[in-house]
């Protein structure tokens, strides 16, 4: 199985920013549609944006369009999410998580722990 770790999240504040990454193990990167998922105090999880093996689709939610770049980078086994213009509504753990297909909802196989992201007003 590839094995997913997340890192870059923490506290800022209102209007800044944070770059996610995920870093993958035991396969390829290339082999896997990317996603990031985001979950908030008792919400559901949602997706936030995905990102096809190569990089050449990307889809993101409504709420993070114009903010949020999706990004990967094979060689380094990694992909990433730049958040900008962070809002206090953006707090969640976020979630990279992998698939050997493309999907749009959360029915990916293999998922990160976690990362946390709080924005303060």
């Known amino acids: 199985q590839v094995h997913l770790v997340e890192s870059g999240g923490g506290l800022v504040q209102a209007g800044g920013s944070l770059r996610l990454s995920c870093a993958a193990s035991?396969?390829?990167?290339?082999?896997?549609?990317m996603g990031w998922f985001r979950q908030a105090p008792g919400e559901e999880r949602e997706i936030v944006a995905t990102?096809?093996?190569?990089?050449?689709?990307?889809t993101y939610a409504d709420f993070v369009k114009g903010r949020f770049t999706i990004s990967r980078d094979n060689a380094a086994n990694t992909a990433y999410l730049r958040m900008d213009d962070l809002r206090p509504e953006d707090t969640a753990v976020y979630y990279c998580?992998?698939?050997?297909?493309?999907?749009?909802?959360?029915?990916?196989?293999?998922w990160g722990q976690g990362t946390q992201v709080t924005v303060s007003a």
């Open positions: 035991g396969r390829p990167l290339s082999d896997y549609v």
């Open positions: 998580a992998a698939d050997p297909s493309v999907r749009y909802d959360s029915s990916y196989t293999y």
């Open positions: 990102i096809t093996w190569v990089g050449t689709q990307t």
